[in-house]
Nanobody
């Protein structure tokens, strides 16, 4: 059974930074795409960033490009999301997910997870104060 534990959320001031961690259990990183998603009250879940465990190719939503950085540590089965310059548009519950990549671009893998992933965990809450 695949389980993700998200951590690192908290309360920060606008312009501040947080580093989220996604720790996986029940599988080992091989050729997967692992993504970070977020959902704010009243909004649908959106893809934030994605990384391939094999070649480290990445995807970033336009809203976070230049501010967020995703990284993976295959040995630890973790995927981190460094979030800088946080704004009032970023608060949400952040989740991670995965799919077998099968050579698909990370942007496509993100869509696969968004549409088909069904094992969302508890997530970690990010709150931004002004």
């Amino acid at each position: 059974e695949v389980q993700f534990v998200e951590s690192g959320g908290g309360l920060v001031q606008a312009g501040g930074s947080l580093r989220l961690a996604c720790a996986a259990s029940g599988f080992t990183f091989d050729d997967y795409a692992i993504g970070w998603f977020r959902q704010a009250p009243g909004k649908e879940r959106e893809g934030v960033s994605c990384i391939s465990s094999s070649d480290r190719s990445t995807y970033y939503a336009d809203s976070v490009k230049g501010r967020f950085t995703i990284s993976a540590d295959n040995a630890k089965n973790t995927v981190d999301l460094q979030m800088d310059s946080l704004s009032p548009d970023d608060p949400a519950l952040y989740y991670c997910a995965y799919t077998f990549r099968l050579g698909m671009p990370t942007s496509q893998a993100m869509e696969v997870m968004r549409l088909h992933y069904a094992s969302w965990g508890q997530g970690t809450q990010v709150t931004v104060s002004s």
